[in-house]
């Protein structure tokens, strides 16, 4: 069996250091540069504009980190898509003024929640979204907390659009290369380990469907990434 056919978890060190630890700075710095690179922002947007047909009034992003990936989706969308109302939701407040005004100057509005997103979600009621984003965030979860993360995201909004790490060979061998950008020791374990904890096929697509939603699209995205987009709700003549 080779060593990628399954998903293996182990805690990145990220998620065990304070927001103001220098090593934890430094790595949110390269993240942002390897968020690029794997041109998450612009697969996003496409997905948006793929499966949006109408401007959404309200996002959610969960596990939303310091807000540049979205930012920098919202800088691709605004012109077609004005005045959104965006929900930024991570366990640690990273989210600066600054930031807040450049999306104002976007014309979006931004809502601000630190909060463990099972609490939160399940505090949560009704639908109150069109959509849901999630980037480089569901890859930290066992398949029993996504089914029941799936089970409570999807009674919040119509739509989910996944942007994760691709669980492949290349992926990983290409994670193994990033000293050659001056990636620091805390980036360069967790972007390994991301890519063990990745996904590949309809792995999302199955645990969507287990919590009973209808998926509309799993697949590779370039070299590096695996996206999955889901409806809330199964056709009519498919419901348990």
Do not use: Y
Request: hydrophobic letters at 50%; proline letters at 6%.
């Amino acid at each position: 069996m080779n060593a990628l056919d399954q998903r293996n978890l182990v805690p990145e060190i990220l998620d065990c250091l304070g927001p103001d630890d220098p090593r934890a700075l430094r790595s949110r710095r390269d993240l942002r540069r390897i968020n690029a690179l794997m041109f998450q922002a612009p697969i996003m947007a496409s997905l948006m504009r793929k499966f949006l047909a109408v401007r959404p009034a309200r996002i959610l992003e969960i596990g939303a980190g310091d807000g540049t990936f979205m930012l920098k989706v919202a800088r691709r969308m605004a012109r077609d898509w004005p005045g959104v109302e965006l929900t930024m939701l991570d366990r640690v407040g990273l989210i600066t003024p600054e930031l807040v005004a450049d999306f104002d100057g976007l014309g979006w509005q931004v809502k601000t929640f630190v909060a463990d997103v099972f609490d939160w979600a399940e505090k949560a009621g009704g639908r109150p979204f069109d959509a849901i984003m999630v980037n480089l965030f569901l890859h930290h979860f066992d398949d029993d907390s996504l089914l029941r993360l799936f089970s409570l995201l999807r009674r919040m909004a119509p739509l989910i659009l996944v942007t994760e790490p691709l669980r492949a060979g290349f992926a990983l061998a290409a994670a193994r290369l990033l000293p050659a950008i001056g990636a620091n020791d805390v980036t360069r374990h967790d972007a390994a380990q991301s890519v063990r904890a990745g996904f590949r096929g309809s792995e999302l697509s199955d645990l969507w469907s287990a919590a009973g939603g209808r998926p509309l699209e799993e697949r590779r995205a370039g070299l590096f990434s695996h996206v999955f987009v889901g409806a809330a709700s199964m056709p009519a003549g498919n419901m348990p």
